[in-house]
């Protein structure tokens, strides 16, 4: 299993825009990739997923049109761009790995084995 590092994290007012970057020990051509995100008190939520090519991505309802995933398989990296936050979106972020050539699952979080530590994201009113 690749070993995750998320970074990227901080706090910014509501409105603003913060990039997180997940960066892998190993090669994840073949791996569909997403991010998560856990808020206190509540459940872990998926928030983005790509797949190992990069033409597919798919987005949980309330971060279209905001968030962007993408992903830079030469640096083993998945980015998540994140526009218009809002404090709600206040949580700390998960980068995640599904094993090698495995499909995307519409952020089913079953099928994702590898995870990382987490970065916090806060956003203030």
């Known amino acids: 299993q690749v070993q995750l590092v998320e970074s990227g994290g901080g706090s910014v007012q509501a409105g603003g825009s913060l990039r997180l970057s997940c960066t892998a020990s190993g090669y994840i051509y073949s791996n569909c990739m997403a991010w998560f995100r856990q808020a206190p008190g509540k459940e872990r939520e998926g928030v983005a997923e790509i797949s190992a090519g990069g033409g597919y991505n798919y987005y949980a309802d309330s971060m279209k049109g905001r968030f962007t995933i993408s992903r830079d398989n030469a640096k083993k990296t998945v980015y998540l761009e994140m526009n218009s936050l809002k404090p709600e979106d206040s949580a700390m972020y998960y980068c995640?790995?599904?094993?090698?050539?495995?499909?995307?699952?519409?952020?089913?979080?079953?099928?994702?084995?590898?995870w990382g530590q987490g970065t916090q994201v806060t956003v203030s009113s």
């Open positions: 995640a790995a599904a094993p090698p050539y495995s499909p995307c699952a519409h952020l089913g979080q079953n099928a994702y084995r590898s």
